[in-house]
């Protein structure tokens, strides 16, 4: 394949690509919210691409990967049903009388039930169901609610890289290189498993002061009604029918969004007195527009050939040693992703990936050492995932309100708790990379 030369369509493109990444990235500066930043950088890249001749509006609609945002949305319905019918309020305060006050045996199961729910629901839905519960379990019992929010947050979004459906780079990354629910799961899976209860280890040791005080109230016995049984465990069940369905698309030909419609429209279906009105207003519009704002932006600096340019320039180092490449993926993808939002980036790595595909590298083990990178990397900062500003957002809530500093997480804080534990969690996959590097590198297509 013949080397390509920098010309002024990739310039412009490159030009936009940087100057929206910098504005997404700075929100917390100009408190411009990130989606509005992204639209107008695909409008400027359409824009920019019909006066270049590289980019118009049909190549901006096909650009944009559907099976991600139809995913997203058919999920986000169901778990609306699911959320007002106590189910997830009953559960975590069952946890929380079985642990009798052993602070952290309740940590350790909280952990364990976020992490479990992780696994079919993206981690910003997983602690918006779990973070208030939470604060209301440790109000009771009267103690710090601080290890318990950070352990949500730090285990949500360790589990989350489990599986296809888990986490929002994980959908991106899925259906670029049409990887299945089962290859996905089969691949993560284990080294996951590994950072999870390395992850627990450490906030054992990291919390140790605070899990090591005894509750003021031992006995916790709140009510566990389940508000409404009737849909919540009717929603349980088309959520069971989804994981079958989730097992065995490949076979039935399904993509992962037809599979999370079939479940949203048979729970509206078998659930007659449920109006979709109300359910459709908890839909976050605003992160599917900004997923669309992305792949329309990024879809232009494909067509730009920005990011082949790019990949041509990385493929000679990828071809030295794919094992150092892929390391080096795998920490570079998340020092950035605790830095910055891990969405944007694995935007714009998947193009680059793909080049060197179709210049015949096998790249399976980049795909899932990005996916580890971008995962676990979100843990290393107060910033580094959705998941992690809703928990220092409540916890800072929840400061002002008790009136007491302390009860907020700060970034120095995160950094002492949070950080040693990505770091815990990066050692952990990069040793398992190094020691099933030709289980990672079967080629996907070939590997289900």
């Not at 710090?144 to 730090?154: D, H, R, T, V």
């Not at 998340?334 to 590298?361: C, H, K, R, Y």
Request: aromatic residues 10%; contains cysteine.
């Amino acid at each position: 394949m013949p080397m390509l030369s920098f010309d002024i369509d990739m310039f412009v493109s490159a030009l936009i690509l940087a100057a929206t990444f910098a504005g997404i990235f700075t929100e917390g500066v100009h408190h411009i919210h990130r989606t509005k930043i992204a639209m107008v950088g695909a409008a400027a890249m359409v824009f920019a691409g019909q006066i270049f001749g590289f980019y118009g509006p049909e190549q901006a609609i096909e650009a944009i990967d559907w099976n991600v945002v139809f995913l997203l949305g058919a999920m986000m319905l169901i778990i609306a049903v699911m959320i007002p019918t106590g189910g997830f309020q009953a559960i975590a305060f069952y946890i929380a009388r079985i642990s009798g006050g052993r602070q952290f045996l309740l940590l350790a199961m909280l952990g364990t039930a976020v992490t479990l729910l992780s696994l079919l629901l993206d981690n910003v839905t997983t602690v918006v169901i779990f973070g208030p519960l939470i604060v209301l379990i440790c109000e009771v019992l009267k103690v710090s609610p601080i290890p318990y929010l950070l352990a949500a947050a730090l285990l949500t979004d360790t589990g989350g890289v489990a599986t296809l459906i888990g986490d929002p780079p994980n959908l991106m990354i899925g259906s670029a290189a049409d990887i299945s629910f089962n290859a996905f799961l089969l691949r993560m899976g284990g080294v996951v498993l590994a950072a999870w209860l390395a992850t627990l280890v450490a906030l054992r040791f990291l919390f140790w002061k605070d899990l090591s005080v005894k509750p003021q109230v031992v006995k916790f016995a709140p009510d566990v009604r389940i508000d409404d049984p009737k849909t919540w465990w009717l929603s349980v069940k088309i959520l069971g029918l989804m994981v079958v369905l989730f097992v065995i698309h490949r076979q039935l030909h399904w993509d992962a969004w037809v599979v999370a419609t079939v479940g949203m429209t048979t729970l509206f279906l078998a659930g007659r007195h449920l109006q979709l009105d109300p359910y459709l207003e908890k839909v976050e519009y605003t992160l599917l527009l900004f997923f669309i704002s992305l792949f329309v932006m990024v879809g232009g600096v494909e067509q730009s050939q920005f990011l082949q340019w790019l990949g041509q320039h990385i493929m000679p180092f990828v071809e030295h040693d794919l094992l150092v490449a892929c390391l080096t993926l795998l920490w570079v993808s998340a020092i950035l992703s605790a830095a910055i939002d891990n969405i944007p980036f694995t935007a714009a790595m998947i193009p680059i990936i793909l080049s060197m595909e179709s210049q015949g590298v096998n790249v399976a083990p980049l795909w899932w050492c990005l996916a580890m990178g971008v995962g676990m990397g979100g843990n290393g900062t107060h910033i580094g995932s959705t998941a992690n500003v809703f928990i220092v957002t409540l916890s800072e809530r929840l400061a002002q309100k008790e009136r007491n500093p302390a009860l907020a997480i700060t970034p120095g804080l995160w950094f002492r708790k949070g950080t040693p534990a990505m770091l815990t969690t990066l050692v952990v996959c990069s040793v398992f990379v190094i020691m099933y590097f030709d289980f990672f590198s079967i080629p996907i297509h070939g590997g289900r």
